[in-house]
């Protein structure tokens, strides 16, 4: 496949905005118009009823957003015919000309790492992923079986650094000398950054989670790693504004790049789409993707 981190800034520039869709399935939240049986985890229904659901969220997206990103909890909450349908809705995704970004946090030693690059990354992945986060915790050398993945077959890889939620200064914002870990963990990856920097756009498939609620720290470790695509969780939902999100982007050919924004419940479930109506679900639908558009597209664009 095509280098990640260059298909990626690529598709951004053309669309002029850098939303990634969370498909984050609640189960209690599916719209009535797909639902199906009592939508319980272990119901032989609710998988096909899911996988539905998000196979029209994509159908809705197309040609508007580059990238989606399946939250792999979510699925295993339904067993393996959960596993089947995020299998389906990934590759629906990349008919449709998404790329496929799977939010696993998968972080583990020796062939324990071996064998999840292996299920998402290799060139004979089973379930392949164009790109997938992981987590840091036990060290450099647990990354480096995706990091070989990786070059084999262009695809991305999002580290965990500044998440967006409330708790993560219990850890990441200790000090290490001068600087908090999350930095820390920033410069850490500077090497593995420049080993999968792109030809085409010089931006590299490694990239990192950092979340849009601490914008200042987002600045800080954009001059760590400059040629890093942030993943930016917190926009919407969590309480972020578009021009939060996109601190710590820089300006390129045209507009404000490096980086893209989740929207997951925001997208999925806006005001409008809790009803049995396909044409009141659609016009919500495209509201709500609309609005990510619109807001996220000016951000990079002022």
């Known amino acids: 496949m095509q280098h990640f981190g260059d298909a990626l800034i690529g598709r951004v520039r053309a669309l002029g905005n850098?939303?990634?869709?969370?498909?984050?399935?609640?189960?209690?939240?599916?719209?009535?118009?797909?639902?199906?049986?009592?939508?319980?985890?272990?119901?032989?229904?609710?998988?096909?009823?899911?996988?539905?659901?998000?196979?029209?969220?994509?159908?809705?997206?197309d040609g508007r957003v580059a990238v989606v990103k399946p939250q792999i909890a979510f699925f295993e909450r339904m067993g393996w015919r959960g596993l089947r349908a995020l299998d389906e809705v990934s590759a629906h995704?990349?008919?449709?000309?998404?790329?496929?970004?799977?939010?696993?946090?998968r972080g583990d030693i020796g062939s324990t790492a071996d064998a999840?690059?292996?299920?998402?990354?290799?060139?004979?992945?089973?379930?392949?992923?164009?790109?997938?986060?992981?987590?840091?915790?036990?060290?450099?050398?647990?990354?480096?079986?995706?990091?070989?993945?990786?070059?084999?077959t262009g695809r991305g890889l999002f580290i965990l650094v500044k998440t967006s939620n409330?708790?993560?200064?219990?850890?990441?914002d200790l000090k290490v000398g001068n600087r908090?870990?999350?930095?820390?963990?920033?410069?850490?990856?500077?090497?593995?950054s420049g080993e999968l920097e792109g030809p085409e756009t010089g931006w590299s498939s490694l990239g990192i989670v950092v979340g849009a609620t601490y914008p200042g720290e987002a600045e800080r470790i954009r001059e760590i790693l400059p040629k890093t695509i942030f993943l930016v969780p917190g926009y919407g939902a969590q309480g972020a504004t578009a021009a939060d999100a996109v601190k710590g982007f820089v300006k390129g050919p045209s507009g404000l790049e490096g980086g893209i924004v989740s929207s997951s419940?925001?997208?999925?479930?806006?005001?409008?789409?809790?009803?049995?109506?396909?044409a009141a679900w659609e016009q919500a639908m495209d509201a709500a993707i609309d609005m990510a558009v619109s807001e996220l597209g000016g951000a990079i664009s002022a």
């Open 18 to 61: 850098p939303v990634c869709i969370g498909l984050d399935p609640y189960l209690d939240r599916i719209p009535p118009l797909f639902r199906d049986g009592d939508m319980s985890p272990g119901n032989p229904l609710t998988a096909p009823a899911v996988e539905a659901f998000l196979k029209a969220v994509l159908d809705r997206a």
């Open 180 to 192: 908090s870990l999350a930095e820390t963990v920033a410069d850490s990856l500077k090497a593995m």
């Open 93 to 105: 995704a990349r008919k449709r000309g998404m790329l496929v970004l799977l939010d696993a946090k």
């Open 116 to 152: 999840y690059a292996g299920a998402y990354l290799t060139a004979d992945a089973p379930m392949p992923a164009d790109a997938m986060t992981l987590n840091p915790y036990l060290g450099r050398d647990t990354l480096q079986p995706y990091l070989n993945a990786a070059k084999d």
């Open 265 to 278: 419940r925001g997208v999925l479930y806006p005001a409008g789409s809790d009803t049995d109506s396909a």
């Open 166 to 172: 409330p708790g993560s200064g219990d850890y990441q």
